[in-house]
Each structure stands twice: as structure tokens, then as C-alpha cells.
């Protein structure tokens, strides 16, 4: 019995991400942009009336990530001007690092500021996170759920997901955070103990996305508190939000 299950191990092979600090994704994953530097103002424009968003914007031209839907669009139609690299290292504790401009080949980073100090001190060792779904699609959802999973294990770093705020050191927020549910969203983050963080997984949560300009929605709540960190994506990969959450924490 035990040598057939040994047997069986031994043809799976390994069935998890051993170092989610250097993992190799497939080739076609769609992570951080990069952008021409020689790219024409009439590419700009073609470019910025492609995007379905409004992440794209000339004069100068920049590319917001908190924005995109990563769909592409805007590399079909300008091959060799902009591409999207599998670096899905992309999260970032500031909207304004999530901001890709021309001209620049370098990577999304955490900032180590005041705030990441006092986090780093809180979270360092363990964090427990409350995920709030606020009108999302169920993607986003999926792929944190997947976090935990026997591929990426984030619990090998003592991230785990929790079912009540109140056991919870911060919230995890996807979706365009509808109407419905600004409410139960306010009650979830008013239960969950101080010091806490807020975390937004998804470009739906980061900026609503394709839903921008609908009346169901209700974002009152991000105009009130300050998101710790931004986790772009349609939806965001596991490893840009485990990566983002190791640097927001300051693990190696």
C-alpha cells in the first residue's frame, strides 16, 4: 500500500510552486506592460480609443494598471509598441505606482514608506484576511481562493483567509462594490480589530473597470478609507497577490 502511494507521488511529481519568488508562468500570461519609448502621438490615439477603460491616456503617454483589463487590445493593434511581459509582480501600496508611462522598462514595486513600516511591524509573522466580495463576477474570487491551494500554499507563510472579521487583520475587497452591498462592506470593515488593512484585489476594485460608469454602484467606501495595497488583474494572478502581500509584509 504505502509503496503504491509513493509510486503514484513519484509520476505527479511536484505539485507546487516551490519559490513563488521566482515562478515561470506560461507563456501568453499577460502582466506588466511595457511601452515604446518611440511610440507616435497618432499610436497614442489609437491606442487610447481602443482602450474599453480609460486606462490609457496621451500626452504623455501612460498606461494605468488599476485601469486595464489587461484584454490586449492595445498590443493587437500596436505590435512591437506595446507588450505585455509576464512579470506579474505588479502590485503596489500607492495608485500612483501603478501608473506605466513610456519609455519605461522597470518594475512595480511596494514602497517602503512610513506606512509600510507600521505594517511590517503588525503583519510580519502571520496575517489573516477577511475576503468581501462586493459585487464581483466570482473571477477575481476564484483566483484568491486559489492562493491556498496545493499550487501556491500561501499558508506556508502564515496568509490565510478567515471567516469572520473579527478574527481578521484586514479585508481583502473585490468587485466593483455595488450598491447593495456598501453597507454589509462598512459593517465587515467596522467589526475587524484595529491596527487592520485594507487590500484591493482586481481591477473591478481598484477602479470599478468596465462598470465605471454604472448607477448600481456605490464606492463611498474607498473615498473614506485608504486601500494599503493595490492588487491589479482581471482577475489578479495568485502570485501578484501573494508577491504583493510578501512585500507589503516585508518577507524575503
Given at each position: 500500500?504505502?509503496?503504491?502511494?509513493?509510486?503514484?507521488?513519484?509520476?505527479?511529481?511536484?505539485?507546487y510552486v516551490k519559490d513563488l519568488r521566482k515562478a515561470a508562468l506560461p507563456e501568453g500570461f499577460r502582466g506588466r506592460p511595457v511601452?515604446?519609448?518611440d511610440i507616435s502621438q497618432a499610436e497614442e490615439k489609437i491606442a487610447e480609443a481602443l482602450c474599453p477603460t480609460g486606462a490609457?491616456?496621451?500626452?504623455?503617454?501612460?498606461?494605468?494598471?488599476?485601469?486595464?483589463e489587461f484584454c490586449m487590445e492595445c498590443s493587437f493593434a500596436l505590435p512591437g509598441k506595446i507588450r505585455f511581459t509576464a512579470d506579474y509582480r505588479?502590485?503596489?501600496?500607492?495608485?500612483?505606482?501603478?501608473?506605466?508611462?513610456?519609455?519605461?522598462?522597470?518594475?512595480?514595486?511596494?514602497?517602503?514608506?512610513?506606512?509600510?513600516k507600521e505594517i511590517r511591524s503588525f503583519f510580519h509573522n502571520a496575517l489573516k484576511l477577511r475576503q468581501v466580495s462586493a459585487g464581483g463576477d466570482n473571477s477575481a474570487e476564484m483566483e484568491l481562493n486559489a492562493c491556498g491551494n496545493v499550487n501556491f500554499d500561501m499558508g506556508r507563510y502564515g496568509i490565510e483567509f478567515v471567516a469572520s472579521p473579527r478574527?481578521?487583520?484586514?479585508?481583502v475587497i473585490s468587485g466593483p462594490m455595488s450598491g447593495n452591498m456598501a453597507e454589509a462592506?462598512?459593517?465587515?470593515?467596522d467589526a475587524t480589530p484595529s491596527p487592520k488593512i485594507v487590500i484591493l484585489a482586481g481591477t473591478a476594485a481598484i477602479s470599478s473597470g468596465i462598470f465605471?460608469?454604472?448607477?448600481?454602484?456605490d464606492r463611498k467606501?474607498?473615498?473614506?478609507?485608504?486601500?494599503?495595497?493595490?492588487?491589479?488583474?482581471?482577475p489578479p494572478h495568485p502570485l501578484t497577490f501573494i508577491n504583493g502581500i510578501l512585500d507589503l509584509t516585508g518577507r524575503k
Open positions: 500500500m504505502a509503496l503504491g502511494i509513493i509510486s503514484i507521488f513519484r509520476r505527479h511529481g511536484r505539485q511601452i515604446s519609448g490609457i491616456e496621451s500626452g504623455p503617454f501612460r498606461l494605468d494598471l488599476g485601469k486595464c505588479i502590485a503596489s501600496n500607492s495608485r500612483q505606482g501603478l501608473i506605466v508611462k513610456a519609455g519605461e522598462d522597470r518594475p512595480v514595486v511596494v514602497e517602503q514608506g512610513s506606512a509600510g478574527h481578521a487583520d484586514g479585508l462592506l462598512q459593517i465587515c470593515y465605471n460608469d454604472s448607477a448600481a454602484l467606501f474607498i473615498e473614506r478609507i485608504r486601500p494599503d495595497l493595490y492588487v491589479p488583474g482581471n
